[in-house]
């Protein structure tokens, strides 16, 4: 059972350009949703995340948009650069259990 | 500070063999502990968390195990590996789930 769904699987986006990503769950009792930033051979780092009581949360050049009543939230990164080129999770979490998304790969075009 | 040791860092192992993987973490008490595995597009996938000694919650696989047998310790195992156990293992650790801190991982091949 899939509780979060991400999608594009990959993305290409010129430097500059605006990447966005987008989740959504199922479970409404999630009340935390965490986007994390993993390079190769790494593991994740998180990023930035946001609680279901805000429409929107900005930290530098990363933003998540949340729509509690469509169960959706997506991760915007202005002005991107090719430093940005890594895979992002998005994930969910109720108490302790967090969820991951499948996540993105993400390639910005110098 | 806090670190997080996992080791080893990469091992090949055949169809059939035990399986222990180890997870330490320094400079804190009392965390939550995560074991995730990380398959080519299956994302990050919940194995077991652990939010005390001896206290486990799994979530998906039938032949692995876990186990906290201090506070800051975390055991991924198995009997006998198959196939599909094959991925990237990763231990992480947390007080507050608001931040998940992650180990470098373990890259697992199973023949």
């Known amino acids: 059972q899939q509780q979060v769904k991400q999608s594009p699987q990959s993305l290409i986006v010129q430097k500059g350009g605006i990447p966005i990503i987008n989740c959504a769950y199922e479970n409404t009792a999630f009340d935390y949703f965490p986007w994390y930033q993993q390079f190769p051979g790494k593991g994740p780092a998180l990023l930035i995340a946001i609680r279901p009581d805000v429409s929107e949360k900005k930290e530098g050049r990363f933003t998540i948009s949340f729509n509690k009543s469509a169960k959706q939230f997506s991760l915007h990164i202005m002005d991107s650069q090719p430093g940005d080129s890594a895979t992002y999770f998005c994930a969910a979490s109720k108490d302790d259990k967090i969820i991951f998304g499948k996540g993105t790969r993400l390639h910005i075009l110098p | 500070s806090q670190t997080i040791h996992q080791w080893p860092a990469t091992l090949v192992q055949p169809v059939g063999s035990p399986l222990s993987l180890e997870c330490t973490v320094e400079?804190?008490?009392?965390?939550?502990l995560y074991w995730y595995r990380q398959a080519a597009g299956r994302g990050l996938q919940l194995l077991f968390y652990s939010v005390g000694i001896g206290q486990i919650s799994s979530e998906v696989p039938q032949n692995l195990s876990a186990s906290r047998p201090q506070d800051r310790q975390f055991i991924l195992s198995s009997k006998k590996l198959l196939l599909s156990d094959s991925g990237f293992y990763l231990c992480?650790?947390?007080?507050?789930?608001?931040?998940?801190?992650f180990g470098s991982g373990t890259q697992l091949s199973v023949l």
């Open positions: 400079g804190t008490s009392n965390p939550n």
């Open positions: 992480a650790w947390s007080v507050l789930r608001e931040k998940l801190f």
